[in-house]
């Protein structure tokens, strides 16, 4: 058995402008960081629409992709951009998710990793916002739970930034828990302690500028505790990269050892708890020496424990 490494080069025509930090060359230099691996390379499919619509209304698939441009680019809010191939890209990202749930769940493979772009655990409901389009990881969660019959599923996120997206996704959904660690305050604001779920299946551990390590493995060690008393049937990673000490865009002071503790964590969680079937999406990160160490170090460790 291995780790699956679900990407596509449809990740490159998303194209931002200029300056821009959620830009190609995140996933050139992620996929050149694990060139070296030995993984089960897989190609990312475009997502069907009746999968979108586990978490997204028809309305608003029709109105993303109506907003495509010929041409350059058009603004969907003060931070998410679209070009040209940008509908495609986040149809294949979600897509990807979708995928390595089915190929985790049939045995295929132990655990994946989705290295694609654009990021989701921004999107809402209706509303895209922060780099993101569809909710990745809500939608690969609600379509483990409605396509192959799961009953408990723990979705998990240490991007810098609060998955409100995520979290507005699975508000309504019992059989989910979602367990997130941000910086706080930061953009987009949400992720108190206080936000709890409609069914107290929400847990956000916000962290204040400039922690590092401890203070994150302080907030985790009790949340992890919940999570195995949850006894999730499979684990979804949200996995961003920008709480590290040298992204542009936050103040966490993580470092890549840091990255590693909470993937062997959690892989240790999911060994015990879900016959370690795990599938982890990529979100943010935008320092690029930065995203390639962690990121590498994340799918390392998801290899070590699918051998």
Avoid at 52 to 64: A, G, K, S, V
Avoid at 114 to 123: E, F, N, Q, S, V
Avoid at 245 to 253: K, S
Wanted: contains cysteine; hydrophobic residues 40%.
């Amino acid at each position: 058995m291995t780790t699956a490494l679900f990407t596509h080069a449809d990740a490159l025509d998303h194209v931002t402008p200029e300056g821009h930090p959620e830009r190609v060359a995140r996933i050139e230099h992620l996929l050149h960081a694990l060139a070296g691996l030995d993984l089960d390379r897989r190609s990312a499919p475009e997502i069907e629409e009746a999968q979108l619509r586990l978490c997204h209304p028809q309305r608003y698939i029709d109105r993303i992709r109506g907003g495509v441009p010929d041409s350059g680019n058009t603004q969907l809010d003060a931070d998410t951009w679209m070009s040209p191939g940008s509908f495609r890209a986040a149809s294949r990202a979600a897509g990807a998710a979708v995928a390595a749930v089915d190929a985790v769940l049939a045995g295929e493979v132990d655990n994946a990793f989705c290295a694609m772009r654009p990021p989701g655990h921004h999107a809402e409901t209706e509303t895209p916002m922060g780099f993101c389009f569809f909710g990745n990881v809500a939608i690969a969660a609600k379509h483990a739970l409605e396509t192959h019959g799961l009953s408990r599923v723990a979705v998990v996120d240490f991007d810098v930034h609060h998955g409100n997206g995520t979290q507005d996704l699975l508000w309504d959904e019992a059989r989910t828990l979602f367990i997130g660690s941000h910086q706080m305050p930061l953009w987009p604001g949400t992720g108190s302690a206080e936000e709890r779920g409609a069914h107290d299946n929400v847990q956000n551990l916000p962290l204040p500028p400039g922690s590092g390590g401890a203070e994150m493995r302080a907030a985790w060690t009790p949340a992890l505790s919940r999570m195995r008393a949850f006894r999730p049937e499979l684990l979804i990673i949200s996995a961003g990269f920008d709480a590290h000490q040298d992204d542009p865009l936050a103040q966490l002071e993580w470092t890549v050892e840091d990255f590693r503790w909470i993937t062997r964590e959690l892989c240790a969680l999911a060994a015990d708890e879900c016959g370690g079937r795990v599938v982890s999406c990529l979100e943010g990160g935008y320092d690029l020496g930065a995203l390639s160490g962690s990121g590498k170090a994340h799918v390392e460790l998801l290899m070590e424990a699918g051998r």
